[in-house]
């Protein structure tokens, strides 16, 4: 890992303080690690002192001692304030400073944890900046120093703005150099599905539409929108967490075997199967807003930020279908809210029912469906439902579990923030999305976003969202489960 100065752009806000401090930290511990410099960005009238208080307060809530956090802050982390996230003289000052400081070559990552709507101005920013330092650009020499600009989630907010956004980050930065994060694929049970699969040649053979009935991808969340409003408010969850975890997780659940396990051969892989996906429609789209309830007496209109009348989801469900010869017919739903009943995250593959009905005749009942279900978290691990005779007479049949627990067998993980800032240091893309696949992404939901004929359902605090949600899980009627129809 070379040594480098990190600049995290929106590091007065919710994702620095829950994920990117402690995962820093974490990675300037690993053996070898050149000693940490980072700069936060913000336009909050913080200083050095400020930043340094906030991320001792990030680590000690992830469990970090507060004596060792207090160090590590305060020899790590430099504030730069702009006035805006397009005018950033303050933070290239701030980085040559401390690469003068400390002797460093001039590599950097540039972070944005940033509202989508910020991109495209800190990016131009970016990008000229670097091209007179003579990083990116036109003839680069192979002694300059290496640059690595990391974008969070949701790349864009549609179709049209991803490619605008690909267009102006290629016109400064090649590909190579682009690290678009969707922290779903740094977690280790994501990354175990493609183990699962492939390693695992008894589930492989009845994983297509022979054997399959359907697919449910589930992100059940207990938190809320609560302080995150200037970012959330207007993206909303199909923005946040549809359009790329959960889609990240259909492509996965979907893909074939890639030639190699490397960036270009699981890349090559998830585009091919968004590229089979059929446009989302709004009759099979369900959307849902958080009101009171289950001990909160606030709902989502009621956080400090969001207007009155606001109509951003906090919850959304839609059913996808893929027009390729191993899932033709079975749908997949993607389901997630804010403020469910519990904290739940898993993809169950609903096999189908045996053809024939042998137990009925002989007194009993036919069995239930089998049912696998990879829990990504929390209780990492799969259960996988079958069912036994009853004993005694006649053919009663039972429906039981194998189950496996990783926690079990095997240590903590690392968080997914911690193995995506290493990949990112030592410049490794794998899991990372690519250009295309942010905007195949978003091709498939263009239909329904912002689309005021959708309904809006108020749901309950501490439920499971919209009643409606449910119709999406049932067998969908014929007319939508057999030959493939156009996109309308
Ligand atoms: N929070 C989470 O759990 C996760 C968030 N993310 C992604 O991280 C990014 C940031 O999210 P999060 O930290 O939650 O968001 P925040 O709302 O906390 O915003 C981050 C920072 O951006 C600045 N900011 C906020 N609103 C605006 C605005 N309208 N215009 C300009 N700057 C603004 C603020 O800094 P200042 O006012 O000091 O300039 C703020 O501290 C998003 O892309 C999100 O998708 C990804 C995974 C998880
Ligand atoms: O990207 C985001 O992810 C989190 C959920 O991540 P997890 O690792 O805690 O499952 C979500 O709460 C947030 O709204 C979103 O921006």
New binding site residues.
Partial sequence: MDPHVFVLF?A?????A??LFPALYRVSQRDGAPPPAVIGV???D?DDTTLQDAAVDALTEADVDEGEAREWAESALRYARVEA?DQLGPVFETAEALEAERGLDGNRVYYL??????FPGTITALGEYEEDRGTVGEHVPDDAPWVRLVI???FGHDLASAQELNRIVHEHFPENAVYRID?FLGKETVQNLLVFRFANAFFESAWSRRDVERVEITVAETNDAA??A???DGVGTMR?MIQNHLTQLFSLTAMEPPARLDAEGIRREKIKVLRSTRTARSNETVLGQYGPGAGHDEGYRDHEGVPEDSRTDTFAAVRLHLDNWRWQGVPFVLRTGKRMAERLTEIAVVFRRPPITLFQASGGCDPERNVLRLRLQPNEGFTLSFDVKTPGDGFGVSTRELSFRYEDTFGPFPDAYETLLRDVAEGDPTLFVHAEEAEEAWRIYHAVLDNTDIEVHPYESGGWGPDAAGRLVEAPPPEESGEPVADC
């Fill in positions: 929106g007065t806000g919710d994702l620095a829950l994920k913000g336009r909050s913080w996230y944890a940033l509202p989508p709507s910020t969070e989630k949701p922290h302080g995150r200037g970012y959330f946040d």
